[in-house]
């Protein structure tokens, strides 16, 4: 048994660009979905838009990155409007089904074998693609920092960049939700008729934070594409949307740092637990007969939702959340 | 300003309202001389039910007219029609010189007509302060690109604290302004739906049921509250259940029942009126009940044979 070689292992994950990634998306979600109450289930959606936009525009197209970042972001905004009009004048829950059905169609359209010398097929895009980002890389070695240990100079630039642009992005939301904007959307969340009888135009405020919350989801998939330097369509099944969403409620929905703290909880949690799990039964600590190491990645998931049932159960409001907040529920 | 001289301003602007209405006869639809809202052929069906039925209604300008009825007359649902909650199946109407068919109802609170809930919407989850904000008007950090650029708003975010802060001493809320909305009694929602309203500017205000359960010490203080509307110049058109409410306040009072306008005029009339009387207990309430008294003893006996 290893334990400093797991912890330095969780430790880096925590950090990584998995976090990143997941982090990304759920601070999409909760702008959309924390405080406006727009039930997205199509971030997987929003994030294959971004990847597939960079690889098909670079590696299909043959044209610049920056280029292929812009298309990804303007794809990000057509399909808010496409789900947008027809929905959010419904009841929200007609969105939850469009926008679940709407990333379905995305990832079956990319993975479909008649578009197969556009995007791939169900192999994806794989290349590399992304040079023109990591030619401004300004590490020529791996960075190593306490217990976190990159394993190349590439993976130190990707994650110094996440993290830049999660910082960004979280000071937008900050800067966006104590602003007159973030009370309407809020109060939108609460109940539409109010504002509406306040003289907010509240189909125009939800098609913002839907459009806003889906170019931040498509920064995840843009990210994404750059740090693998390959697109897969079945990254992008709803199980993202899913964990996306996990992630939130475990951070606490409605808080600015609510999704990153999430992000990085999880992603610890599901690593340690793994990489613990690998060890134990490396070592015959745990006989072959009760876990197969084949098993462990199951074993993982269903350690981590059990670990998920006891936050609902015991902090339904999240790491952050307000618990007077949900009190205010019932009443 | 002393009790006295304000009751004396109260009086003499409840006077003026009334003495505008004076002439105007008591006839389900009349015109009126200075109207403000005038609705025509009002028609909005459930199937085959007819909710509301309503030829004309038109509302004067700076009184207070009450619309009663009994229940299922058809009141809430005229009144989410004229705010455009609802979309009538035919009719026209105008508010000031607006045409409001077709009009997105948050359109029509910008025009000024704004309207309260039966059910309280009051937003539980945010402060009573933020309730308040919400209802500003015209607000430069409501759009979303300035919205990030705290300089761009925050002169007008005072103003609107301001004016919020002032509203919440008149409604003696100012002590709960950083309480969550949620954690207020039924009264004291009702009297923040009010002031948020009028956070609006508005110039007419429509109340669905601003007294309905509200205790009585609470229900002196809402009327006190609503005939100051009136002295500010504002129109109320409220509905209300609680006769004695509306005799005390409105100037004006309409009654609906089956969806139509039965009844229209000066409270202390239309309560008189036959049709009014017969809307609410029947028209056959002074009857006795010897023919159905007979025919269930018919039936009692031909059971039990």
Redesign the interface.
């Known amino acids: 048994m290893d334990w400093g070689q797991i912890f330095v292992i969780s430790i880096t994950a925590m950090v990584g660009s998995t976090t990143i990634i997941y982090a990304l998306a759920a601070l999409g979600l909760n702008i959309q979905f924390g405080y406006t109450g727009l039930l997205n289930f199509g971030q997987a959606g929003f994030a294959a838009i971004g990847a597939y936009s960079v690889a098909v525009v670079t590696a299909t197209l043959g044209q610049s990155l920056w280029l292929s970042i812009f298309i990804g972001l303007i794809g990000a905004v057509i399909f808010g409007l496409i789900l947008g009009i027809p929905t959010l004048r419904l009841r929200a829950d007609y969105l939850a089904i469009v926008t679940i059905a709407a990333a379905e169609v995305i990832r079956q359209t990319v993975r479909s074998v008649s578009l197969n010398e556009y995007f791939g097929g169900s192999d994806g895009i794989t290349g590399k693609y992304a040079r023109e980002f990591y030619s401004f890389n300004p590490f020529d070695q791996a960075i190593s920092w306490g217990p976190i240990q990159f394993n190349s100079a590439q993976a130190s630039w990707i994650t110094v960049v996440g993290w830049v642009l999660i910082g960004l992005i979280v000071l937008?939301t900050w800067?966006?939700v104590r602003?007159?904007?973030?009370?309407?959307v809020?109060?939108i969340r609460?109940?539409e008729?109010?504002?509406?009888?306040?003289?907010?135009?509240?189909y125009f405020y939800k098609m913002?934070a839907l459009i806003?919350g889906g170019v931040v989801g498509s920064l995840a998939g843009i990210y994404w594409a750059i740090d693998a330097q390959s697109v897969q369509p079945d990254n992008y099944s709803s199980r993202f949307t899913f964990f996306a969403y996990t992630i939130l409620i475990l951070g606490g929905a409605a808080r600015v740092f609510g999704p990153v703290v999430g992000s990085i909880i999880f992603w610890f949690i599901l690593v340690f637990i793994g990489e613990s799990l690998t060890q134990l039964v490396a070592t015959g600590i745990i006989p072959d007969t009760i876990l197969r190491s084949d098993q462990i990645g199951q074993v993982r998931f269903m350690l981590v939702g059990l670990a998920l049932m006891l936050l609902i159960v015991y902090r339904p409001q999240g790491i952050f959340g307000d618990k007077?907040?949900l009190a205010?529920?019932d009443? | 300003m002393t009790a006295k001289t304000a009751t004396s301003a109260s009086d003499s602007v409840s006077a003026r309202a009334v003495a505008a209405l004076s002439g105007v006869k008591s006839e389900p639809g009349i015109t009126k001389p200075d109207e403000i809202l005038v609705a025509e052929n009002i028609n909005r069906h459930f199937g085959g039910l007819v909710a509301v039925d309503v030829d004309r209604l038109s509302v004067q300008r700076a009184s207070i007219t009450a619309l009663i009825g009994p229940n299922g007359a058809g009141k809430t649902t005229f009144f989410n029609v004229l705010?455009g909650?609802d979309t009538p199946d035919a009719g026209t109407w105008r508010y000031e010189n607006h045409e409001l068919r077709n009009k997105?109802?948050?359109?029509i609170?910008?025009l000024g007509m704004?309207?309260?809930?039966q059910l309280t919407?009051?937003?539980?989850?945010?402060t009573v302060l933020?309730n308040m904000?919400?209802?500003a008007?015209r607000?430069?950090?409501?759009?979303?690109l300035a919205?990030?650029?705290?300089f761009a708003?925050s002169g007008q975010?005072e103003q609107v604290t301001e004016r919020a802060l002032t509203l919440l001493r008149r409604f003696n809320l100012y002590e709960k302004k950083d309480d969550?909305a949620?954690?207020m009694s039924g009264g004291q929602r009702k009297l923040l739906e009010m002031a948020?309203?009028l956070?609006?500017d508005p110039t007419m205000i429509m109340l669905d049921e601003p007294m309905a359960g509200v205790n009585p010490a609470l229900t002196q203080s809402l009327l006190g509250h609503i005939k100051e509307l009136r002295e500010e110049g504002l129109t109320v058109l409220f509905i209300e259940h609680d006769m004695d409410a509306v005799r005390d306040i409105s100037d004006w009072v309409v009654v609906m029942a089956q969806g139509r306008i039965i009844a229209e005029g000066p409270p202390a009339s239309v309560m008189r009126d036959k049709a009014v009387i017969d809307a609410y207990l029947g028209a056959h309430h002074d009857e006795e009940l010897t023919k159905s008294g007979e025919s269930l003893t018919q039936n009692k006996k031909a059971k039990s044979t």
């Open positions: 937008l800067l966006l602003s007159p904007w973030g009370r309407v809020k109060s609460e109940d008729n109010a504002s509406r009888s306040l003289g907010k135009n509240v913002q806003l007077r907040e205010l529920d009443r | 705010a909650f997105a109802a948050y359109k609170a910008q704004v309207r309260t809930f919407k009051v937003l539980a989850k945010m933020e904000r919400l209802g008007q607000q430069l950090g409501e759009r979303i919205a990030p650029f705290p708003w975010e969550f949620g954690t948020r309203a956070m609006t």
